[in-house]
């Protein structure tokens, strides 16, 4: 168990629709990372959170965003889904500072996404 | 751009015998971090190892065991003995320094059969 809990393990819901994915990091983590992986396209980095802010934004479509809360858990905001949204959503964190260092990143279980 | 190539889509192997998973990276950059993580069938994506570019020294854990070489741009990984339970897909990734973004390798799903 990493300490990364993500909420829900799975998902179903048609296409057009709207969902909300949740990542809690681990106790003392700072910052929280979003990955896709899909089949055809494997494990890709959507968006990293720092303390609250953005801090680096990977292959995320515009129909996506995300949020940290003060509370530091996440939110993974995915809109007019798509067939090709389905895929397994993961949720990692680390320490994280305010500077430029490479922390491990712990995931989590992932939210597995089916769009019909 | 960063890149890492896994080059063995599948593996299988009988109990017992030794395996190593191949990782081959690319990057301009003078610092950068390599990882290994597990995904069990239950998939769950499980930290292994960490290995900075400064470091080149081999690490053992148990049966586990990485060889680091710059020299040709590899970060391999071998099972020694291998059992049921090592049986998932393996992925190798990469990030610098400054960068918070793992990049992964397709992953080689590795298969243990009794």
């Known amino acids: 168990d990493s300490g990364v809990t993500q909420t829900p393990k799975h998902l179903i819901t048609a296409t057009g629709q709207r969902v909300t994915l949740r990542c809690s990091p681990r106790?003392?983590?700072?910052?929280v990372y979003w990955y896709q992986q899909s089949l055809d396209q494997g494990l890709q980095f959507l968006i990293q959170?720092?303390?609250?802010?953005?801090?680096a934004k990977g292959n995320i479509l515009e129909r996506f965003s995300a949020q940290q809360f003060p509370d530091l858990h996440s939110e993974l905001n995915l809109s007019s889904l798509e067939l090709g949204d389905s895929a397994l959503y993961f949720c990692?964190?680390?320490?994280?500072?305010?500077?430029?260092?490479?922390?491990?990143?712990?995931f989590g279980p992932g939210t597995r996404l089916t769009v019909l | 751009a960063q890149k890492v190539t896994q080059a063995q889509t599948e593996i299988s192997v009988v109990e017992k015998e030794d395996v190593t998973l191949d990782c081959v990276y690319e990057?301009?950059?003078?610092?950068?971090?390599l990882f290994w993580y597990k995904q069990p069938p239950s998939g769950e994506l499980v930290f292994l190892i960490r290995?900075?570019?400064?470091?080149?020294q081999n690490e053992i854990s148990g049966r586990y065991s990485w060889n680091f070489q710059k020299s040709t741009s590899s970060f391999n990984f071998t099972i020694t003995a291998s059992q049921v339970v090592d049986s998932a897909v393996y992925f190798c990734?990469?990030?610098?320094?400054?960068?918070?973004?793992?990049?992964f390798g397709q992953g080689t799903r590795l298969t243990i059969n009794p």
């Open positions: 990692a964190s680390s320490v994280g500072t305010s500077g430029g260092r490479t922390d491990t990143q712990y």
């Open positions: 106790s003392g983590d700072l910052s």
């Open positions: 959170y720092y303390n609250g802010e953005e801090r």
């Open positions: 990057t301009r950059d003078t610092t950068y971090y």
């Open positions: 290995r900075n570019s400064f470091d080149e």
């Open positions: 990734a990469l990030t610098v320094w400054g960068a918070q973004k793992l990049v």
